[in-house]
């Protein structure tokens, strides 16, 4: 009797372990596959790479591959083209397309100053000298486009009238287009600016003189992409913010991870990226509404009905508030 029962005993459990198995597997998190373009060979662009090498995006259930696309205008169009689902870019490029119609959001400020450095040759010793000189952006409309005209502007010199704008592609070819002369002065940051100096450009405006909120890089989804898989980009932003808290923990390997993606092992460019990357990287990544505030009354200078939008019509900072909320920047921060 008591081998029947202990039979029927071992049926049961056998008969509840296949009942339940579909509920078990269901519960082991999946991994899911990102293609994530980045904008720039730039130290705002670092935390992604340390996220990426670290293992940090992995960590929260994504398999990233990540792509090099020089340029905002391109990265965006990218982007709604679906071949991409999240990209590292300039919201300020952002703003045409969502004005013409497209469901892009901007979800994370990355850097929320104009965080570059106006590099020139060494001939030139004021902006006034630029006049009927070329100077260099990486693509019309890219953030560098609009700081470059923002400076002209303000030493009272009109873009394109009185100083030719020449799209070079990328901070390399920026910095290849000073050393053939072929421009005078460039948006750049490093490692491009570290060559430049080095082939004898200086620095004729830093970062912090240049005075204004602007959203320089951010992380920009789809709104359908938000509202389908809104954990999916809710682990990316965990994984990428615990690559800027890596940066800042272990400077070794984050240096480590910005030499792969700038492909040098100079310790001078190293140094200067890194350096570039603490400096300006938030820490907690608000897109910032006054940036948007900056670029709408910019492109409201030659479209007037730009002046009714708002900046909320092109931000969600819906998933960085919920981290915070629920402390995730108090823990990988440690206060």
């Known amino acids: 009797m008591a081998g029947k029962t202990k039979l029927r005993l071992a049926l049961f459990l056998g008969f509840l372990s296949l009942l339940f198995a579909p509920l078990t597997l269901r519960a082991q998190p999946s991994t899911v596959r990102l293609h994530v373009a980045y904008v720039a060979i730039s130290g705002t662009q670092a935390a992604v790479w340390a996220a990426q090498e670290g293992g940090l995006l992995r960590k929260h259930g994504?398999?990233?591959h990540l792509i090099y696309i020089a340029g905002a205008a391109q990265v965006i169009q990218t982007l709604l083209a679906g071949d991409i689902q999240i990209a590292i870019a300039a919201p300020s490029g952002v703003v045409n397309v969502v004005l013409g119609g497209a469901d892009l959001v901007t979800v994370a400020g990355m850097v929320n100053i104009p965080a570059f450095y106006l590099a020139v040759r060494p001939e030139i010793h004021s902006i006034q000298d630029l006049k009927g000189r070329p100077v260099g952006v990486t693509r019309f409309g890219a953030s560098t486009d609009f700081t470059m005209r923002y400076l002209l502007r303000r030493a009272g010199l009109e873009p394109q009238k009185d100083v030719p704008i020449l799209q070079?592609?990328?901070?390399?070819?920026?910095?290849?287009?000073?050393?053939n002369k072929r421009i005078f002065a460039a948006t750049a940051v490093p490692p491009a600016l570290v060559r430049m100096q080095k082939a004898g450009a200086k620095i004729l405006v830093a970062p912090k003189s240049i005075g204004f909120r602007f959203p320089h890089v951010g992380i920009v989804v789809r709104k359908s992409l938000l509202?389908?898989?809104?954990?999916?980009?809710?682990?990316?932003?965990?994984?990428?913010?615990?690559g800027i808290a890596m940066l800042s923990r272990d400077k070794e390997a984050?240096?480590?991870?910005?030499?792969?993606?700038?492909?040098s092992e100079d310790p001078e460019v190293l140094e200067a990226t890194w350096q570039y990357a603490i400096d300006t990287l938030e820490r907690i990544p608000y897109p910032d509404p006054e940036g948007f505030k900056v670029v709408l009354e910019e492109l409201a200078r030659t479209?007037?009905?730009?002046?009714?939008?708002?900046?909320?019509?092109?931000?969600?900072?819906s998933v960085v508030r919920e981290l915070e909320a629920e402390g995730f920047f108090k823990k990988i921060y440690g206060r």
């Open 254 to 263: 984050g240096k480590r991870a910005i030499s792969r993606y700038v492909r």
């Open 168 to 179: 070079m592609g990328g901070q390399p070819e920026l910095a290849a287009g000073l050393e």
């Open 303 to 317: 479209r007037p009905e730009v002046a009714k939008a708002r900046p909320e019509q092109f931000i969600d900072d």
């Open 62 to 64: 994504l398999e990233t």
């Open 227 to 242: 509202a389908s898989r809104r954990e999916t980009v809710k682990n990316f932003l965990r994984g990428y913010s615990e």
